[in-house]
C-alpha cells in the first residue's frame, strides 16, 4: 500500500491548470462554460466521452433516471451524462479540491439543477437517501484495496436491480516488483485482482450478471498515445502550466503508459445488476 497521500498524484496536482486550459479557449475564470468545452480536460479516464457514452448505453440512462458517480474527480462524466441523457447525477468525491473544482464547473455549466457534488469516501457507505438505478465509476476502484467495503456500498447504494458500469485495473500477469511499486506509488493503486477475482468480490455482495470485458490493448494504446502527444506538445504544455506541474504530469503518464506496455497491468469494463 502506498504511504504517500492521493492528492500528491500527479494528476490530482496543480488543479488550477484548469483555469489555464479555459484561459486558452478564450473563456475567462469567473465566464460561464459548455459541457463541450470541458471535454478535453475533466475527464480523468481513459478513451474520453466515448467510454462514458457506453456508460450511458449500458446502463440505459434516460431523464427518469438517479446515477451515483463514485469518484467523480472534476465531474466531467457526470456533466456529459446529464447533459447528454437528462439524467440526475450525484457526484462524489472524496478530494474536497477537486470537489470543489467540479462544483464550481457545474455551477459554470448550468447544470446546478441536475448534478449534485458531495465530497466525501465510498468506503463511508452510501449517500443519504440511496436508491439509485445505476452506478457509475470510472477509474476510481484502482485506488481502493478493500473490495468488500466497497462493494457492499456500492450494493446499499443501488435499488433492487440497479445496475453499474465500472472501468478499472485489473491484473494480466504478476508483475515485477519494481512495476509493481510503481503502480503503488505513483498510480496509487494498492491492489490488482485479476479478472475472475474481481467477478468474485462482485458476487459476494450481490450482484449478478456480471460481464467484464477485457479493454487492456484498448487503453494500452490510448496511454501510449496520450504519452506521445503529450511529449509532443510539452513546450506548449510548459508555457501554459509551467516546468513543475509539466514534471509531474510527465511522470504520471510516462508510468501508466509503460505499465500498460507489457508489464501485467491490464484494463476492465465490468457491468453488473443488483439481484
Ligand atoms: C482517475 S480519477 C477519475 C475521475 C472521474 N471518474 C473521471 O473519469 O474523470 C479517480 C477519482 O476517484 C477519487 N476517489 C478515490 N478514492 C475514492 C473514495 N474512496 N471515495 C470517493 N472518491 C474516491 C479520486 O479522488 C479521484 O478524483
Redesign the pocket.
Known sequence: MSEAK?ESMG??RNIDRVDADLAALGVGPDDPVRVDQLTSF????YEGTAAVDDAALALGLGPASRVL??????G??ARYLADRTGCAVTA????PE?HEAGQRLTSRAGLVGQVVHLN????SGPPDGAGFDAIV????F???ADRTT?FASCAAALKPGGRIFI?DYMQLAPLQPDAATALAEIVHCPYLPDAATYAAHLTSAGFVDIEVVDKSDDWSAFVGARYDAFRDGRDGLVRRYGEPTVAELDTFYGTVAELFDGAGLGGARITARLS
Open positions: 492521493l494528476l490530482y475533466d475527464q480523468f479516464h458517480d463514485i469518484g467523480s474527480g472534476l466531467g462524466p462524489l468525491e472524496l478530494q477537486l466525501g469516501d465510498i468506503l465509476s470510472m477509474l476510481c484502482l485506488h481502493i466497497l472501468d
